[in-house]
């Protein structure tokens, strides 16, 4: 007759001759690695990291899984290549604002080589590499905080004007009905 496995187990454990396990303390690492969805701080995130990497691919490939530093919040990649559009080194990382303040693309003309910059926000975000104007931007979940926002419609715009001029009407309308 066959044992289950669970019911063996449960009686090697009675029995007292279970081999010893070796208890030890769960760090931090130990946490992430067996929960991926915890971070180590609230609002956490990875990028794609890699310095001059011959191009996406290896840098992708290669890039540590590890989570970004406190200070920082944005995902950046730095891509050049030449005039045909050939990987000649990609840099990537994770970085505070003022690194993504600059971002697009440039052309140094005497080595005939375009690098283009681009920034985004979210976790694993710069996947893929900046290879002209429309791609090398610095895309944001939220608006940032210094922008201004759009102000609520006052009386100078034009669906202020309709409301003021609606709520007259309706007020007028209420006074002729007494």
């Not at 044992?3 to 081999?19: F, K, N, T």
């Not at 990291?49 to 540590?64: F, G, H, L, V």
């Not at 104007?133 to 004007?161: E, K």
Request: aromatic share 8%.
């Amino acid at each position: 007759m066959a044992w289950p496995p669970g019911l063996l187990l449960l009686l090697l454990l009675l029995s007292g001759r279970a081999p010893a396990m070796r208890s030890r303390d769960f760090t931090a690492k130990d946490i992430v690695y067996l929960h991926p969805s915890t971070t180590p701080y609230p609002r956490g995130f990875k990028c794609f990291t890699c310095e001059k990497a011959s191009d996406n691919y290896e840098c992708n490939r290669w890039a540590p899984d590890v989570y970004c530093p406190r200070g920082t919040r944005y995902c950046f990649s730095q891509h050049m290549m030449k005039a045909s559009g050939e990987s000649v080194s990609v840099t990537k990382r994770c970085v505070p604002l003022e690194e993504c303040l600059s971002t697009g693309c440039t052309y140094i003309k005497h080595e005939e080589y375009k690098v283009c910059t681009s920034c985004c926000e979210g976790s694993i975000c710069n996947l893929p590499l900046p290879r002209n104007a429309s791609d090398a931007v610095f895309a944001t979940l939220a608006p940032l905080s210094g922008t201004p926002r759009p102000a609520p419609p006052g009386l100078g715009t034009p669906l202020g004007l309709s409301l003021a001029l609606l709520a007259q009407r309706c007020l007028s309308a209420t006074g002729q009905g007494q």
